[in-house]
């Protein structure tokens, strides 16, 4: 890398983190005045227990691949990945980060996109079998369908299915395709058995990917609490959870805007007041994002500074 290429991509995160608040603005001012009214001891309970889901994540990173990884850069790079995945669509920015940071600590790409693949996958099942566990436990916590538009379900489930068939249809058709897929299914495999033939590394991995959820679900309950959302806790968690599963789709940085949507939606089928459940939702997106955005962007200028990603 250049160091021409280096230095634009150290000043590119502040440039990125400007457009977006000055984009979001009212949003920003709106969730910030909210701060003056909650009761503060929750809300830094909160921000603890946000600092932890880095953690979380750190561990899920180590857990995918065999090699030991330096601690801190890797805690490091997780807060940097989280700043740098509200800057681009649907998870490229933190898996960019982490890419470069695993190839940097000498894996090699294949192997670097096997891990991040694992990573992916492990996440996802943690969240959607913390959910599917909720739900059994508490069977009328979300009335099923609350999040999906009426009639939405038929056309997604279409559209999901064409996908499936045009990817089919590519690796069928296109032979240079599907030898790259068959070589890098053959790595993830690989490394999939090698990570789970070690018990510290198989506990970190599923261990972090259901923490994580449950972390931030726990931060949106803290909220609920300091706002006195009439919500049972499993409730609320239950109401995050699902909301995050149904825009994990949604092509936006972060999941900016989305992610509020779904919330507020959520959090009122469980049987919370409109306007309590939109202030819970801004603060909660203000906690876990806007605050640690600048920070998160700071860092990640001087991870490429200093040549760690």
Do not use: D
């Not at 290429?5 to 400007?18: A, D, G, N, S």
């Not at 058709?173 to 490394?191: D, G, K, Q």
């Not at 058995?193 to 959820?213: D, E, I, K, Q, T």
């Amino acid at each position: 890398m250049t160091r021409t290429v280096r230095r634009i991509l150290c000043v590119l995160p502040l440039l990125l983190v400007t457009v977006i608040a000055v984009r979001h603005r009212a949003v920003l001012a709106e969730g910030f005045s909210l701060l003056t009214t909650a009761r503060w001891p929750w809300l830094l309970a909160a921000a603890g227990v946000t600092c932890l889901t880095w953690v979380a994540a750190a561990f899920t990173r180590q857990g995918a691949v065999v090699e030991r990884l330096p601690r801190r850069r890797l805690l490091a790079t997780q807060f940097a990945a989280g700043a740098a995945n509200h800057m681009l669509p649907t998870g490229l920015g933190a898996s960019a980060v982490n890419l470069r940071f695993m190839t940097v600590c000498g894996l090699s790409p294949a192997r670097s996109s096997a891990a991040l693949a694992l990573y992916l996958l492990a996440e996802s099942a943690g969240r959607v079998g913390l959910l599917a566990a909720l739900l059994v436990t508490f069977p009328g916590a979300l009335p099923f369908g609350s999040l999906l538009p009426e009639g939405a379900l038929g056309p997604l489930l279409v559209a999901g299915g064409a996908v499936v068939a045009a990817a089919a249809g590519v690796l069928a058709a296109v032979r240079p395709v599907r030898r790259v897929v068959r070589a890098f299914l053959e790595t993830a495999l690989s490394e999939a058995r090698s990570v789970h033939a070690l018990p510290s590394r198989a506990l970190a991995l599923w261990g972090g990917a259901l923490a994580f959820p449950a972390l931030q679900a726990t931060v949106l309950v803290l909220v609920g609490v300091a706002f006195g959302l009439a919500v049972p806790p499993a409730h609320m968690a239950v109401a995050y959870l699902a909301a995050t599963v149904a825009v994990a789709l949604v092509p936006t940085p972060g999941g900016l805007g989305s992610v509020e949507t779904a919330l507020v939606v959520a959090l009122v089928a469980v049987g919370g007041a409109a306007a309590t459940a939109t202030a819970v939702v801004l603060v909660f997106r203000v906690v876990t994002v806007w605050v640690p955005l600048l920070p998160g962007a700071l860092t990640l200028a001087a991870l490429v500074r200093l040549k760690v990603i």
